[in-house]
């Protein structure tokens, strides 16, 4: 049978808006840094502590990272064929800033030594900060109380900031505190498990040039292969009524900005550090400097709280739109909260970026951008703030000049083939039966392309990006395919590998088949669209590209001839044309620590077997709900659930969408606890790496799409809400076409709001509601 360890003890104190870490501990350590991580889309800091850390070097990982600055490296093959994957990209380990050391007198305060008196470190989702309440006792007896507050600016995705506080309690005498940005920073290297670290063997960022000066500090660093240039800046200020002076220091690749304070007891110190990073994928690199110190400039003239209150208002703004409350469970509210706070964090908002696969806060799969976003994460930007969501597809079309280059590599005389794994734009998968022959992350871009459109009604972008986009990919699928006499001459697409990526390299995979088959729907109708409402746009397209006018054609009978696999003995449709002709995986006998299976077992032994890494067939009927009967549905999940390991954090919400769908209320529960809780539960044993991202947005679909059942289909907005067992109610707003609707769900009636826009008309089951400017509707709810 498939594991059952879904229930876990929690590792955090259950808080709804706050993760709370009230002792110490070395073995949690490492996760701690993962689960304490800040970032805001760009900048992203790990949970290091400010002073280093002395403890055992498998316990922590150091890191400060910038979403989308990257390093590339050969990708080394025993055995080199031609069309691999050449180049890896990494996303960067850059300048340490957060450094501050604290001595009292000779005795340097760190976690291993003296004695720890109280100790209380707070991640706040409300406010966005970072807090530590420390009162430490030196070995030679003198206590201090430590209050640390770290955030980093929503307002400004190039600022940072560190308050850091010292009261001596039962002394007078010197204390220095030492404000230092280090260049000397590496990448983790890889280890057995290939989801984690990089090929890189040495320092990726060389010296430029350092500048120190006052109370400000200044690193540039380059980047070897991609000539990418790195200016990190800080700027310190010191407030306390106690006489003190400077010492600056420069030791190899670190500045160092050093106060020592004839303390008084009793008196608060406090040191503001801003901090700023600029790159030359930004900006000229004679930009960066005069930036970095206007930046820090107008940081330290506003003041440490200033900056802090104008970040707030933006997080309060982001909870405004996005927040699910959850009554009557502490730790799945924690939980989605936690993942909401986290993919605000982690995505790129400036359409050059994307959302790693572990976000800002680890080097798990190296900084990569998958299909993760498209199907997992991009819904809940959709629907909260489809501004971002726009930037997302926006940062797939920048990239479409290398998807068309890497199409050519794999035979494709036309169209483009986005890259499975990336950061810049060319694929960095070098394991190309899990990589390179995943293509439906074509059609995962183009879904998210159609879905925007249908939720936003935004033109302008299929105009001038998405149209593009839709007729490349339209193209690719149209030369992969082919009329397959045997087949009964439907249009078959073999050699390709599904989401389940325990089954690779198969032919007529269902996912595949019936993404496409959208695909070059949507491309044909996009065309016609264009032809008869914009001729003008149409025209530049079709010269751009070359389109031929046969090609439209083809895409909608490639469409209507789909071969899509169906066992009439089962009832079920399998995965892929050989899928059932394998032994199912023996379950049984397969100890607990043999999960995941990819890291026990060759990819052969795995590959000959019934087993899925997650749901492949399921997902396409969850997201494309209305062409699947329940029935239809209810058959394959009861099929598909027991041969399905969950190795991939991308499955159990997906189990949990479709077993609200379908009935099983009680496992689309258990699933979504899974779901919800995974890095905070550490769940896959691996979150030390980085947070799951598209488990994250995973959880807010579990919610919205699974127990409020909320669908878009042909454009109309639906809903078929529950409330589970366990919880009292729960709460939340979506944006659609401009209107922002709250959903509010209790044991009694589900309420729904207008709260802006026009006037809305959607489906509460076969029930139409009309909304109306702050109109409210209840509907009584059903029990099941």
């Keep these: 049978m498939v594991r059952d360890n879904f229930v876990k003890e929690s590792i955090y104190p259950l808080h709804e808006w706050n993760i709370i870490e009230e002792n110490f501990d070395v073995e949690t350590n490492y996760l701690d840094e993962t689960i304490f991580s800040l970032g805001n889309g760009y900048i992203g800091m790990r949970g290091n502590f400010e002073e280093g850390y002395n403890g055992p070097s498998d316990t922590s990982v150091e890191g400060t990272y910038l979403n989308g600055f990257y390093e590339t490296h050969p990708i080394k093959y025993g055995e080199p064929a031609f069309g691999y994957a050449k180049n890896g990209q990494t996303m960067l380990n850059v300048t340490n800033s957060k450094i501050i050391k604290l001595y ?47 955030f980093i600016s929503l307002a400004n995705k190039h600022l940072a900031s560190i308050n850091y506080e010292v009261v001596p309690l039962n002394f007078s005498g010197k204390i220095t505190i030492a404000s230092a940005l280090d260049g000397d920073v590496k990448n983790l290297q890889t280890e057995n498990d290939p989801r984690v670290g990089s090929a890189l063997e040495h320092q990726p960022l060389t010296l430029e040039d350092k500048f120190l000066s006052d109370s400000l500090g200044i690193i540039v660093q380059k980047t070897p292969n991609t000539k990418f240039t790195l200016v990190c800046g800080m700027e310190n200020e010191l407030k306390t009524t106690c006489n003190f002076s400077k010492e600056n220091k420069e030791i190899e690749q670190r500045v160092e900005n050093k106060y020592i304070i004839d303390a008084t007891e009793g008196e608060k110190i406090v040191l503001n550090k801003y901090i700023t990073y600029y790159t030359s994928r930004d900006y000229l690199d004679d930009e960066l400097i005069p930036k970095a110190k206007e930046t820090l400039t107008i940081a330290r003239k506003k003041g440490f709280e200033k900056n802090l209150q104008e970040h707030i208002e933006i997080l309060n703004k982001f909870w405004e739109h996005a927040d699910v409350e959850i009554k009557g469970d502490k730790a799945l509210q924690q939980g989605i909260r936690f993942n909401e706070f986290h993919l605000l964090q982690s995505v790129g908002k400036d359409g050059k970026t994307n959302i790693a696969a572990k976000g ?101 972008f299929l105009l001038k990006y998405g149209a593009e986009m839709v007729f490349e990919t339209a193209r690719l699928w149209a030369d992969l395919g082919s009329y397959i006499p045997k087949k009964g001459n439907k249009f078959c697409i073999d050699s390709v590998t599904g989401p389940d990526e325990y089954t690779a390299i198969v032919n007529n995979n269902f996912y595949t088949n019936y993404m496409a088959k959208m695909n070059l729907e949507f491309g044909y109708d996009v065309a016609n669209l264009l032809k008869d409402k914009y001729l003008d746009v149409y025209n530049r397209i079709k010269e751009k590209i070359n389109l031929e006018e046969d090609e439209i054609y083809e895409w909608k009978k490639a469409a209507d001839n789909m071969y899509l696999p169906y066992d009439e003995e089962l009832d079920i449709y399998p995965q892929d044309d050989n899928f059932l002709e394998k032994p199912v995986w023996d379950f049984e006998n397969t100890p607990k620590e043999n999960y995941p299976l990819l890291l026990h077992y060759h990819p052969l032994v795995i590959y000959r077997h019934q087993v899925c890494k997650q749901p492949d067939v399921l997902l396409a009927m969850y997201l494309y709900s209305d062409e699947f009967t329940k029935e239809v549905k209810k058959k394959n999940y009861d099929y598909y659930e027991p041969v399905t390991t969950h190795d991939s954090s991308l499955s159990t919400c997906v189990f949990s969408i479709l077993a609200s769908e379908i009935g099983y209320n009680d496992k689309a529960y258990k699933y979504f606890m899974h779901t919800a809780r995974i890095d905070l539960d550490n769940y896959h044993n691996n979150s030390q790496h980085g947070v799951h991202t598209a488990c994250m947005g995973g959880t807010w679909m579990s919610v919205v799409n699974g127990f409020a059942g909320m669908r878009v289909e042909k454009g109309q907005l639906k809903f078929n809400p529950y409330l589970p067992n366990n919880w009292d109610g729960y709460r939340f707003r979506i944006m659609f076409k401009g209107r922002r609707v709250e959903v509010n769900v209790d044991r009694e009636n589900v309420t729904y709001k207008l709260l802006d826009g026009k006037p809305i008309n959607f489906k509460h089951g076969s029930k139409s509601i009309s909304l109306t400017d702050d109109e409210m509707v209840k509907v009584p709810i059903e029990h099941n």
């Design 360 to 460: 800002l806060t680890g080097q798990g799969y190296e900084g990569h951008y998958f299909w993760d976003t498209e199907v997992y994460i991009f819904p809940f930007f959709l629907y909260n703030y489809p501004k971002i969501a726009r930037k997302l597809l926006e940062y797939r079309y920048s990239i479409l000049d290398s998807a068309r280059k890497r199409a050519r590599e794999m035979a494709h005389k036309k169209g483009a083939l986005y890259p499975w794994r990336t950061i810049a734009g060319e694929e960095c998968s070098a394991y190309y039966p899990a990589g390179t022959a995943q293509y439906h992350i074509n059609a995962d871009i183009i879904y998210a392309v159609k879905k925007y459109i249908e939720v936003t009604e935004d033109m302008d």
């Design 104 to 150: 009292i007198d000779d005795e340097e305060f760190n976690m291993f030594s003296g004695n720890l008196v109280s100790y209380k470190r707070i991640l706040s989702m409300k406010k966005g900060t970072l807090t530590r309440d420390v009162i430490w006792e030196s070995p030679k007896g003198k206590k201090v109380n430590i209050k640390i507050k770290r």
